[in-house]
């Protein structure tokens, strides 16, 4: 198992670590940085502050209840929807490929691309504020027309966003 250090295209460090699990088997894996807990102590007390300024103005307790109701809602879906911390691509070479993202919620969500579904593997490029990022794509063939594309499936995207 090897594990090589990066930065994403914003600066964050990156992780990748490749293991082979057999002579048709290899997995790759991504893991960027866990959640800060200072971001999340500025951002909370940012809103805090807000709310406890709207309350004053306001003297209306709903606006803090809202605020904290509000702050927690948003931190979950942030947690369980949003913030990645680990992907990984499993490569079986005559079964497929088994796309895994694991959340900083503890969430996981597996897709299965058959190999009888991949056209081709390729490099894609993409311009985001003044940068050209380059990413890793699968093509997946279409059913109606076999040299034709169905889809582009982006892979280890927490390594472009980050």
Known sequence: MAERRYRSASGAPLALRCRQHSASCRELA????????RSLSAVTSAVWLAAYGLFVLCENSVVLSA??????????IYLHCVKIDQESLLVIGSLGIQLTSSYASGK????FIEMSQVKDVVINEAIHMQKVIYYLCILLRDPQDP????????????SVTE
Do not use: D, N
Request: with cysteine; charged share 10%.
């Open 147 to 158: 040299q034709g594309v169905s889809e582009v499936v982006p892979l280890f995207q927490v």
């Open 67 to 76: 605020a904290i109701f509000l702050m927690l809602i948003g931190l979950i």
């Open 30 to 37: 991504v893991r960027c940085p866990r959640l800060q807990l």
């Open 108 to 111: 996981e969500s597996t897709t």
